[in-house]
DNA sequence: CCTATTCCCTGAAGGC
DNA sequence: TGCCTTCAGGGAATAG
C-alpha cells in the first residue's frame, strides 16, 4: 500500500520517465476514477505537457505546462506503468495517457480506490484533500512546535491518529505500526498522555522510517511496484508489520496482531506500553 | 468541534 | 469450473 515513502518511490520514477513529455491523447475507461467532470479532464490534460511530477503526502501532483495539475491519490493498488507495450494494458487499466514519444502512462488500479482530479496548479493550496493536510516528515514544518498541539488534543489512540493526515500526513499503516515500535509505544495509548519526550521520540523515528522507506524504495508489502515495475526493498527492514507470531526483534517477546480503529496492527505487548 | 461508522472495490486466502 | 466468508484499508461522506 503507497504510503509517503512509496508515493516518493513512484514520483521519482515517473519524472524520469514522463517529464517534458506531450500528452496527446487520454482515455478514461473507470470514469469514477475522475473526481469531477470527465469531459472536462480530458479536455484540458490532451496535448499538455508534463512540465513536472510533484507530491504532498500521499498525493502525487503531475503538473501540466498549462496551468493545471493532475491530483493523483494511489490510495490502497493504484500504480502507474510507462510501457509503448499493448500488454501493460488490462481490464483494470483505468486511465491511459498516450505520450508524443509514443509511450503510454498506464494506470493501473486493481481495486479502484485510487482518484484523480484537475486543479489549478496555482490554487493547489485551496484544494479541499490538500488544504487539510498537516505537515510531513523531512519537511521543515515537522517540528515539536507545530506536532504537540495538533497530537495531543486528541484523546483517541496514539495510533489512530498518527494516521489521522490531518495531524500529519505521509504515513500510513504499515509505517505507524513501525514509528510506534520505534519509540516503544502502545498503538492503544491516549494521544493525550503522551510526554514531550514521546511526540519527540515520534518526530525523529517518523523522519527516519520516511528516510529509509525511500532508500529502500518503498516497501512491496502487497503489489507495489514503482512505475518502472521495480519492486522495493523495505519489506525486509520492517521490524513489526506484518510478523506477527515471530520474535521481537529487541526483546524476543512474540509480536501480535489487534485491531486499532479498524486497522490491523502490530506490535510488541512487552516493550510497547500503555502510558 | 469532535468521534464513530459506512462506503467504495476486487482478489487472495482459508474453511468446509 | 466449488462455494462462501473474511480480510486487506485511505479517505470521503454521513450520522450522532
Same mark, same amino acid.
Given at each position: 500500500m503507497p504510503e509517503m515513502p512509496e508515493v516518493e518511490t513512484v514520483r521519482r520514477s515517473l519524472i524520469a520517465q514522463v517529464k517534458g513529455r506531450k500528452i496527446t491523447h487520454v482515455e478514461i475507461r473507470y470514469p469514477d476514477l475522475i473526481t469531477g467532470d470527465v469531459d472536462q479532464f480530458v479536455e484540458f490534460v490532451t496535448g499538455a505537457t508534463i512540465s513536472d511530477v510533484g507530491r504532498r503526502a500521499k498525493f502525487l501532483l503531475i503538473h501540466l505546462d498549462n496551468g493545471y495539475t493532475i491530483i493523483s491519490h494511489l490510495r490502497m493498488e493504484g500504480k502507474y506503468r510507462i510501457s509503448a507495450d499493448p500488454s501493460a494494458i488490462d481490464k483494470h487499466s483505468h486511465a491511459i495517457f498516450t505520450l508524443d514519444n509514443g509511450q503510454k502512462m498506464i494506470y493501473n488500479d486493481v481495486r479502484k480506490f485510487g482518484r484523480m482530479q484537475l486543479w489549478n496548479t496555482d490554487e493547489l493550496s485551496e484544494n479541499k484533500s490538500l488544504k487539510k493536510l498537516g505537515p510531513e516528515p523531512l519537511s521543515t514544518e515537522f517540528t515539536f512546535q507545530n506536532l504537540k498541539p495538533r497530537i495531543m488534543r486528541h484523546h483517541k489512540d496514539i495510533k489512530t491518529v498518527l494516521l489521522d493526515q490531518s495531524v500529519m500526513?505521509? +504515513?500510513g499503516n504499515i509505517y505507524v505500526d513501525e514509528v510506534l515500535w520505534q519509540v516503544k509505544l $502502545?498503538?492503544?495509548?491516549?494521544?493525550? $498522555? +503522551? *510526554?514531550d519526550e514521546d511526540i519527540q521520540k515520534i518526530i525523529e523515528a517518523s523522519n527516519q522510517e520516511m528516510d529509509k522507506g525511500i532508500a529502500a524504495g518503498? *516497501? *512491496?508489502?502487497?503489489t507495489y511496484v514503482d512505475a518502472t515495475g521495480h519492486k522495493g526493498n523495505m519489506q525486509n527492514n520492517l521490524k513489526v508489520y506484518g510478523k506477527e507470531g515471530t520474535p521481537c526483534p529487541r526483546c524476543g517477546t512474540e509480536i501480535v496482531k489487534i485491531k486499532v480503529g479498524g486497522r490491523g496492527t502490530h506490535f510488541c505487548p512487552k516493550c510497547q506500553v500503555v502510558k
Open positions: 500526513s505521509g +504515513l $502502545h498503538p492503544e495509548t491516549p494521544a493525550n $498522555h +503522551l *510526554s518503498g *516497501s *512491496s508489502i502487497r
